[in-house]
Nanobody, 124 residues
Framework: QLQASGGGLVQAGGSLRLSCAASGRAFSTYAMGWFRQAPGKERDFVAGLTWSGGSTAYADSVKGRFTISKDNAKEMVYLQMNSLKPEDTAVYYC???????????????????WGQGTQVTVSS
């Protein structure tokens, strides 16, 4: 089961690091991603990476500010968020894309397994 953590309240310009534990599923996962959903809005792709190769992809809105990374040994995925803005406020979810077949992980498509969200609130 995916477990996301690390959310909280931070001032604009601050930083947070989200963590996602992919316990026991690293070997069966093709890609991992972070998504977010603000109140009244659709869930959006934020960032993703391939588990074995480490290729990464980001939404334009977070490029240069957010960094997705992984720790293979710990089966953890992280989202380092810097220079946070009020518009980054949302519930953040981690998700797994379990199959390379037809995967469009870099577009936020094809993710099969979802964890519970963690709230990130950025105050102005």
């Amino acid at each position: 089961q995916l477990q996301a953590s690390g959310g909280g309240l931070v001032q604009a310009g601050g930083s947070l690091r989200l963590s996602c534990a992919a316990s026991g599923r690293a070997f069966s996962t093709y890609a991992m991603g972070w998504f977010r959903q603000a109140p009244g809005k659709e869930r959006d792709f934020v960032a993703g990476l391939t588990w074995s190769g480490g290729s990464t992809a980001y939404a334009d809105s977070v490029k240069g500010r957010f960094t997705i990374s992984k720790d293979n040994a710990k089966e953890m995925v992280y989202l380092q968020m810097n220079s946070l803005k009020p518009e980054d406020t949302a519930v953040y979810y981690c998700a797994a894309d379990l199959s390379a077949l037809g995967s469009a992980w870099y577009l936020g498509l094809g993710y099969d397994d979802w964890g519970q969200g963690t709230q990130v609130t950025v105050s102005s």
